[in-house]
């Protein structure tokens, strides 16, 4: 970590100027934030049993600061590689709006406070899954995988597939089958989805020295392996529904999406475009799949109302 | 609080260097803004709490 900080081209930040507290937002990465809290929500929503409103909203409140914190912690360690990349170089840290102690301080606070409120609040075991994702995301994902494999983003997935876990668990107190089944969902609809973005700014990530799947393996071997990843992950999305877990108008959505998800994924596959500008069906296939996550898990929400 | 700069070519090593006016209204205007978001999010917070701690006792 001293390495990374000592060679961290990033602006020096003005003297003395406190950030603004626009800065300390960003550093929460809001735009990612939203889908987090879509997806605990959804998992709170679908999860059998009542949860007081004011307990329910406090619920998600400490998800999306426990995701903020993790990205602030993110953003905390990893300045050098977005002082690198186009995408990230205007993020407070790198374009030198705030100290790098402050981001740490942020991070480290908000990620506290997220967890102590969702024990005391909510249960433990919700709590305990919150620290768990927090962790993974920072210590396995961020400081290990990143920078060491290109399986980086795959099992540094499961970060990202808690907050329905522990949506669920704040109203039941216990982990039952279909959140798992959501957790795997996500965790096996991530690869295809960063893959897809990774394959038309590989430059920004070659640039920066990240070991993304395209980077090392190419952008054939990068999109065989999101169809490969895609396939197990519309098996899991349509599964709930012959396992009695939900309802035909979640297995009928999922199906359907799933089967424009698979569309999508094998013209990616079977592409032979090399220049990013010219990746239309990979730029198609991120969008889709972000719609792909919001409009399964609504269903789902929907489909457990609906038949509750 | 009276201020005292040093004289012209007197500088002491010791002293702050001076910042130019628009960098202190700046600070102050940052300062001031933080501060405001600070009270809000405390405020919310108290609020929160109290209503957590009535939703526990139904």
């Known amino acids: ?308 | 609080m009276p201020r005292h700069d040093p004289l012209p070519g007197t500088p002491t090593p010791a002293d702050p260097p001076v910042r130019p006016p628009f960098d202190q209204d700046e600070i102050r205007r940052r300062q001031r803004a933080r501060s405001i978001v600070t009270a809000l999010i405390l405020f919310a917070l108290v609020a929160l709490f109290y209503a957590i701690s009535i939703a526990k006792m139904l």
């Open chain 1, 1 to 308: 970590m001293k390495d990374v900080m000592a060679t961290a081209p990033i602006e020096a930040p003005l003297q003395g100027l406190p950030a603004e507290w626009r800065d300390f937002l960003a550093l929460t990465k809001p735009r990612v934030m939203t889908l987090v809290v879509f997806t605990g929500l959804c998992g709170l929503l679908a999860a059998p049993g009542h949860l007081n409103p004011v307990l329910a909203f406090t619920a998600i409140l400490c998800i999306a600061l426990g995701a903020g914190a993790a990205a602030a912690l993110n953003q905390w360690y990893e300045a050098d590689l977005d002082a690198k990349m186009k995408r990230t170089q205007n993020r407070p840290l790198p374009a030198g709006r705030m100290e790098r102690p402050a981001a740490l301080q942020f991070g480290v606070g908000l990620a506290a406070f997220a967890v102590i409120v969702m024990g005391l609040a909510l249960n433990v075991l919700a709590a305990a899954i919150l620290v768990v994702s927090i962790l993974f995301y920072v210590l396995v994902y961020t400081v290990w995988l990143k920078r060491r494999t290109p399986q980086n983003i795959v099992i540094g997935g499961a970060a990202g597939a808690f907050p329905a876990l522990i949506g669920w668990t704040a109203v039941t107190g216990h982990v039952d089958l279909l959140p798992v089944m959501l957790f795997l969902l996500v965790f096996l609809w991530t690869p295809p989805h960063f893959w897809a973005l990774s394959l038309f700014i590989n430059s920004d990530y070659s640039a920066a020295g990240v070991p993304m799947m395209s980077v090392v393996a190419g952008a054939r071997a990068t999109r065989v392996q999101a169809l490969l990843y895609a396939l197990p992950m519309a098996v899991v999305a349509i599964a709930p529904w012959p396992l009695g877990l939900t309802g035909p108008i979640y297995g009928v959505a999922a199906a359907l999406l799933s089967l424009v998800f698979l569309g999508l994924t094998t013209r990616v596959g079977f592409s032979r475009v090399t220049d990013p500008a010219l990746m239309k069906a990979e730029r198609h296939l991120f969008a889709y799949s972000i719609i792909y996550l919001f409009a399964t898990f609504g269903a789902l929400v929907v489909d457990r109302l609906w038949y509750a």
